[in-house]
T-cell receptor
Framework: GESVGLHLPTLSVQEGDNSIINCAYS??????FIWYKQESGKGPQFIID?????DKRQGQRVTVLLNKTVKHLSLQIAATQPGDSAVYFC??????????FGAGTTVTVRA | EPEVTQTPSHQVTQMGQEVILRCVPI?????FYWYRQILGQKVEFLVS????????KSEIFDDQFSVERPDGSNFTLKIRSTKLEDSAMYFC?????????????FGDGTRLSIL
C-alpha cells in the first residue's frame, strides 16, 4: 500500500556533527518528495525538496538523497546546531494535490 | 518572507458546536489546503482547493466539514457539529502549483480543543 515512513523515531546528535535522517516510501509512483521541519508549537517548515528524476539536491547545510531503487529518502544536515532540534517529516506527492507525511523523527542536539 | 497566517491560534469549543478556522494564504498562491495533526501523530491531508472548488479530499473530510474562500484573501475550514475526536492541530497550507518544485507552505496552525 501507500505509505511514507521514517526508520527511527528519535535521533540524538552532538552539536557540530552531521545528522542523517532516513525515510522509506512504498509508492513507486511518487515523483516529488519534501522534507519539513516542525518546531514545537509551529507548523511544518519547508526545508528542501527533490523530484524523482534527481538523486541528490543540496541546499544550505542540507542535502537530500533519493534512491528510487530501494525507495529510500534521506536528509543530511551538516554541522548540526541547537536550532536544528525539531521533528523532521518526509512527505511524498504523486502529481496530485495531497502530501502524504511520514511519522516524523525527533532530532535532539546535544551541546 | 511571505507566510501563511492562521487564526485563532487556539479554539476551545463545546461538542456539537460549529467552529470556523481561518487562514490567509500567501498572496500569489493559487492552491490551498487543510491538514490536521492529532497529538503525537503524523500530519494528515484533509482537502485541497483550487479555482473556487474542492480538487481533492480525504476520507476524513466528511459532510461535517466544508471549506470556503469568502473573499480574495481568506480561506476557511468549517466543522458543522464538532466531535471529541476532532480535537487536533489544524494546518492551512498554500502553493503556487502542484507537484514538483512547488512546495506547500504551512501556517502555524490552530489548536482545536473539543470539550
Amino acid at each position: 500500500g501507500e505509505s511514507v515512513g521514517l526508520h527511527l523515531p528519535t535521533l540524538s546528535v552532538q552539536e557540530g556533527d552531521n545528522s542523517i535522517i532516513n525515510c522509506a516510501y512504498s509508492n513507486s509512483a511518487s515523483d516529488y518528495f519534501i522534507w519539513y521541519k516542525q518546531e514545537s508549537g509551529k507548523g511544518p517548515q519547508f526545508i528542501i525538496d527533490i523530484r524523482s528524476n534527481m538523486d541528490k539536491r543540496q541546499g544550505q547545510r542540507v542535502t537530500v538523497l533519493l534512491n528510487k531503487t530501494v525507495k529510500h529518502l534521506s536528509l543530511q544536515i551538516a554541522a548540526t546546531q541547537p536550532g536544528d532540534s525539531a521533528v523532521y517529516f518526509c512527505a511524498e506527492n504523486k502529481d496530485d494535490y495531497k502530501l502524504s507525511f511520514g511519522a516524523g523523527t525527533t532530532v535532539t542536539v546535544r551541546a | 518572507e511571505p507566510e501563511v497566517t492562521q487564526t485563532p491560534s487556539h479554539q476551545v469549543t463545546q461538542m456539537g458546536q460549529e467552529v470556523i478556522l481561518r487562514c490567509v494564504p500567501i498572496s500569489n498562491h493559487l492552491y490551498f489546503y487543510w491538514y490536521r495533526q492529532i497529538l503525537g501523530q503524523k500530519v494528515e491531508f484533509l482537502v485541497s482547493f483550487y479555482n473556487n472548488e474542492i480538487s481533492e479530499k480525504s476520507e476524513i473530510f466528511d459532510d461535517q466539514f466544508s471549506v470556503e474562500r469568502p473573499d480574495g484573501s481568506n480561506f476557511t475550514l468549517k466543522i458543522r457539529s464538532t466531535k471529541l475526536e476532532d480535537s487536533a492541530m489544524y494546518f492551512c497550507a498554500s502553493s503556487t502549483g502542484t507537484g514538483g518544485n512547488q512546495p506547500q507552505h504551512f501556517g502555524d496552525g490552530t489548536r482545536l480543543s473539543i470539550l
